[in-house]
């Protein structure tokens, strides 16, 4: 039911997220998911989209923006899904720009990108 969407700086593997920011598990994670702790393995992967790319609805499609000095989420993160993505030729769209969590000093650019995507695509 979703044709389209756009996401900024998501992480896409909780596992790596942790790794790179030990602090989430215990401040974030394990405080907004249910059961957590008796259910690391499961609920994380559950909320990873690098593990059922496959499942997302082949009629959709999804930009993903990235900041590549983003200290929040690696930057790898999005490369990683769109490796994914490639390899079910899913139809989405990465693009990076030089720039933190908050793409600070793209704020107008990425206001053009997002209209431009959302009318491409909900206008076919």
């Given at each position: 039911?979703?044709?389209?969407?756009?996401?900024?700086?998501?992480?896409?593997?909780?596992?790596?997220?942790?790794?790179?920011?030990?602090?989430?598990?215990?401040?974030?994670?394990?405080?907004?998911?249910?059961?957590?702790?008796?259910?690391?393995?499961?609920?994380?992967?559950?909320?990873?989209?690098?593990?059922?790319?496959?499942e997302?609805?082949?009629?959709?499609?999804?930009?993903?923006?990235?900041?590549?000095?983003?200290?929040?989420?690696?930057?790898?993160?999005?490369?990683k899904?769109?490796?994914?993505?490639?390899?079910?030729?899913?139809?989405?769209?990465?693009?990076?720009?030089?720039?933190?969590?908050?793409?600070?000093?793209?704020?107008?650019?990425?206001?053009?990108?997002?209209?431009?995507?959302?009318?491409?695509?909900?206008?076919?």
């Amino acid at each position: 039911k979703i044709k389209t969407a756009i996401v900024g700086n998501g992480p896409t593997d909780l596992f790596g997220l942790i790794s790179d920011r030990p602090e989430m598990e215990s401040k974030v994670i394990a405080e907004c998911v249910p059961n957590y702790l008796d259910n690391k393995e499961s609920e994380l992967k559950k909320r990873s989209v690098i593990y059922w790319t496959d499942e997302l609805d082949k009629n959709s499609s999804l930009l993903i923006l990235c900041g590549t000095n983003d200290k929040r989420v690696n930057p790898t993160q999005a490369d990683k899904v769109a490796d994914k993505l490639t390899e079910i030729e899913y139809d989405f769209e990465l693009r990076k720009f030089e720039t933190n969590h908050s793409f600070s000093d793209y704020r107008m650019e990425l206001n053009e990108l997002v209209i431009k995507w959302f009318n491409k695509r909900l206008k076919k």
